[in-house]
């Protein structure tokens, strides 16, 4: 796991299997003078994020297996489903590290606590999801009634949860429109039958 991190971001110059020597930029090669993104901040491995933070201090990294030092200018993003706080007290994220990344802090409620959202987002999944535009039959949207079951939840999987739900919903759909019907059992209390399970496991593959 800390060596597929490692390999990710900084590259790999050199390789013991010869099939592998050909060079490979990393995320902070692709990343320098533009954005990068780090999703799940908290979940990075120690080790990563003590280079990281001397990345971020000295501005330089040098490909795995090379002596070449790389310039890296770039603007962090960083997100996390905790607050920066509790990953600190929770020894998942170094203080330090926090330090270095948080020149403004955005805190972005949860879904459940802002679910006037949960409409324009359902509009844009259905809108994203190539497997729902692959369909014979075009999603158009969901009904109000399905929206209204959406939005009593409390969906403790947050937005990512919205999304699978849509796309599940979605491909068990037999007309345009999402129908409470559609929802997984999580909202309905019924279990989906063999056949929905294979409608499913079938848009899934055409993905």
Same mark, same amino acid.
């Given at each position: 796991?800390?060596?597929?991190?490692?390999?990710?971001?900084?590259?790999?110059?050199?390789?013991?299997?010869?099939?592998? #020597?050909?060079?490979?930029?990393?995320?902070?090669?692709?990343?320098?003078?533009?954005?990068?993104?780090?999703?799940?901040?908290?979940?990075?491995?120690?080790?990563?994020?003590?280079?990281?933070?001397?990345?971020?201090?000295?501005?330089?990294?040098?490909?795995?297996?090379?002596?070449?030092?790389?310039?890296?200018?770039?603007?962090?993003?960083?997100?996390?489903?905790?607050?920066?706080?509790?990953?600190?007290?929770?020894?998942?994220?170094?203080?330090?590290?926090?330090?270095?990344?948080?020149?403004?802090?955005?805190?972005?409620?949860?879904?459940?606590?802002?679910?006037?959202?949960?409409?324009?987002? #359902?509009?844009?999944?259905?809108?994203?999801?190539?497997?729902?535009?692959?369909?014979?039959?075009?999603?158009?949207?969901?009904?109000?009634?399905?929206?209204?079951?959406? #939005?009593?939840?409390?969906?403790?999987?947050?937005?990512?949860?919205?999304?699978?739900?849509?796309?599940?919903?979605?491909?068990?759909?037999?007309?345009?429109?999402?129908?409470?019907?559609?929802?997984?059992?999580?909202?309905?209390?019924?279990?989906?039958?063999?056949?929905?399970?294979?409608?499913?496991?079938?848009?899934?593959?055409?993905?």
């Amino acid at each position: 796991m800390k060596s597929g991190w490692k390999r990710s971001f900084s590259a790999t110059k050199w390789t013991p299997f010869p099939a592998l #020597c050909a060079t490979g930029a990393g995320k902070l090669d692709y990343a320098n003078g533009g954005t990068l993104y780090l999703d799940g901040i908290g979940d990075m491995p120690p080790e990563f994020q003590r280079k990281l933070l001397r990345v971020l201090q000295e501005h330089t990294f040098s490909p795995i297996g090379s002596r070449e030092v790389h310039q890296f200018h770039t603007r962090i993003i960083a997100s996390a489903n905790r607050t920066s706080d509790e990953l600190v007290q929770s020894g998942l994220l170094r203080q330090d590290l926090l330090y270095r990344l948080n020149a403004v802090e955005i805190h972005m409620p949860r879904l459940r606590e802002r679910r006037a959202d949960i409409p324009l987002l #359902c509009s844009h999944f259905i809108s994203r999801s190539s497997t729902l535009r692959n369909k014979r039959v075009r999603i158009r949207g969901v009904t109000d009634e399905a929206l209204e079951i959406l #939005c009593a939840h409390t969906f403790p999987g947050n937005v990512r949860e919205l999304a699978n739900t849509i796309e599940y919903a979605g491909i068990v759909a037999s007309g345009e429109w999402i129908r409470p019907k559609d929802l997984p059992y999580q909202f309905t209390n019924a279990r989906p039958g063999l056949g929905e399970v294979e409608r499913v496991l079938a848009g899934k593959t055409l993905q």
